[in-house]
């Protein structure tokens, strides 16, 4: 006959245990709701907020927490989060010396970032705020090393006038548009988005198919042409008005076209 004998594992002391229960409850809480540390962590919104929203409301959203707050302290409020998330790798820091200005800062975040309160509720798989800030980080380390970081930004191309405020929000605008059809493509969306970053995470397709139009923004025509203040002569990349910036892109193939490599 066999005897079953208990084995001798030691067990965890109540230190060790309080550890293991607080880290449980954690993880349980990220499968529950899918907001993560990294939102609470930058900022953009409090723990407290939502804990005490859900409470009330099981369905309870940004919207919910912030219904009473302006329009602009809500934007002021996710831009500064998403600021200081991109702010820990020093990319925009490069960006601001190298000739970007704040407001243009602003310009690139209100482009490619929903700075709105989002209805979506928090335990609702589709709430991407998590997302947004992983697609923000993947887009500004792909423009960096693919285009800011490029050699052509210190010559002989005229490349570093994409800082210029003008310049910058145009080819923002044109940027976007194209990358556009990726993200919508690769991720089987139901529609194009507004807001580019604020979409599930890009996969590495993407990320790629990302970075090709970024080059194709390096190696545009328009970087090689001569500076004048003779539309048909050159390209006067003094001139920081916004109608005559869309004129001399478009003229030089800066397009949705171009980037995509469709022209």
């Known amino acids: ?32 709701y899918p907001y993560s540390a990294k939102v609470l962590k930058w900022g953009i919104i409090q723990d407290s907020e939502i804990e005490d929203a859900l409470k009330a409301n099981p369905d309870a959203s940004e919207r919910t927490v912030w219904r009473g707050e302006t329009a602009g302290d809500v934007a002021m409020r996710i831009a500064g989060g998403l600021t200081a998330f991109i702010d820990q790798d020093g990319y925009r820091e490069k960006w601001l010396t190298a000739g970007l200005s704040e407001g243009s800062w602003k310009t690139f975040l209100d482009q490619y970032c929903m700075l709105k309160a989002d209805s979506t509720p928090f335990n609702d798989s589709q709430y991407l705020r998590n997302a947004e800030m992983d697609n923000l980080l993947s887009l500004v380390k792909i423009l960096d090393e693919t285009i800011f970081s490029s050699p052509a930004m210190k010559g ?108």
């Not at 309080?18 to 349980?28: A, N």
């Not at 990726?182 to 996969?203: A, M, V």
């Not at 390209?235 to 005559?244: G, R």
């Open 156 to 263: 002989p191309t005229r490349l570093n006038v994409s800082f210029k405020s003008k310049w910058w929000k145009e080819c923002h605008r044109v940027f976007s548009v194209a990358v556009t059809e990726p993200i919508y493509r690769q991720l089987g969306l139901s529609n194009r988005p507004d807001k580019l970053c604020h979409t599930p995470e890009w996969t590495d397709n993407v990320k790629k198919e990302i970075r090709e139009i970024a080059q194709r923004w390096v190696t545009c025509p328009i970087w090689e042409r001569t500076q004048s203040t003779n539309s048909q002569e050159g390209v006067d990349f003094t001139n920081n008005n916004e109608a005559t910036v869309k004129g001399f892109l478009s003229n030089n193939k800066f397009t949705t076209l171009y980037l995509e490599g469709r022209t």
């Open 1 to 32: 006959m066999t005897t079953l004998t208990a084995t001798s594992a030691r067990r965890p002391d109540t230190k060790e245990l309080f550890v293991l229960l607080v880290r449980l409850h954690d993880d349980v809480r990220q499968i529950q």
